[in-house]
């Protein structure tokens, strides 16, 4: 049950596209299609922004975006915006458990 | 409107116990799957369990296997984490999560802090 592997942080300017990589195993991200991501604000619970790998929940703007292949999944941000300024964390099922990424710090310069 | 509401954090001293509640509202809590999910000061997210809505399976982390047990009152709308030999490292926010049938983890409660210390 090791962690997913993610950059540690990623930047970008306002209007900028960033895009985070979550790396796993051919027993977890590389297995199922059961992929997502987590926005977290300061002191906030996390926020579902992706799941199953490339589906949005309703009210997540179309600017959150993610992929998967092979063990690597990606979430990609269009048209940064300051209040996407938040630590983004990946999340995967493996097999009767569920494993998170390390997560990743996302600046707006 | 679905609300999720941990409580029963607190100190407790090195090999002690604590037992965690979630409690839900606003959806029918028997269809779904819950987690818990922690977070030592400044670090990541850590899944730690999960459980069927009707109860009946259950899996953990292994860091936690043996000394923590997740449960259910569907009768309560209450999720639970009883947690028992505890560590300096199990130190964390813990977070009870609902896995929404859509997928993902769709609602998640605001954290109740375990701080184990002497």
């Known amino acids: 049950q090791s962690a997913l592997t993610q950059p540690p942080s990623a930047s970008g300017s306002p209007g900028q596209s960033v895009t985070i990589s979550c790396t796993g195993t051919?027993?977890?991200?590389?297995?199922?299609?059961?992929v997502s991501w987590y926005q977290q604000l300061p002191g906030k619970a996390p926020k579902l922004i992706i799941y199953e790998v490339s589906k949005r929940p309703s009210g997540v703007p179309d600017r959150f975006s993610g992929s998967k292949s092979g063990n690597t999944a990606s979430l990609t941000v269009s048209g940064l915006q300051t209040e996407d300024e938040a630590d983004y964390y990946c999340?995967?099922?493996?097999?009767?458990?569920?494993?998170f990424g390390t997560g990743t710090e996302v600046t707006v310069l | 409107e679905v609300q999720l509401v941990e409580s029963g954090g607190g100190l407790v001293q090195p090999g002690g116990s604590l037992r965690l509640s979630c409690t839900a509202s606003?959806?029918?809590?028997?269809?779904?799957?819950m987690h818990w999910v922690r977070q030592a000061p400044g670090e990541g997210l850590v899944w730690v369990s999960h459980i069927r809505g009707d109860g009946t399976n259950s899996d953990y982390a292994d860091s936690v296997k043996g000394r923590f047990t997740i449960s259910r009152d569907n009768a309560k709308n209450t999720l639970y984490l009883q947690m028992n030999s505890l560590r300096a490292e199990d130190t964390a926010v813990y977070y009870c999560?609902?896995?929404?049938?859509?997928?993902?983890?769709?609602?998640w409660g605001q954290g109740t802090l375990v701080t184990v210390s002497s």
């Open positions: 999340s995967s099922y493996a097999g009767s458990t569920n494993v």
């Open positions: 606003g959806f029918t809590f028997s269809g779904h799957w």
């Open positions: 999560a609902r896995a929404g049938v859509m997928g993902g983890n769709d609602y």
């Open positions: 051919s027993s977890d991200v590389g297995a199922y299609n059961y």
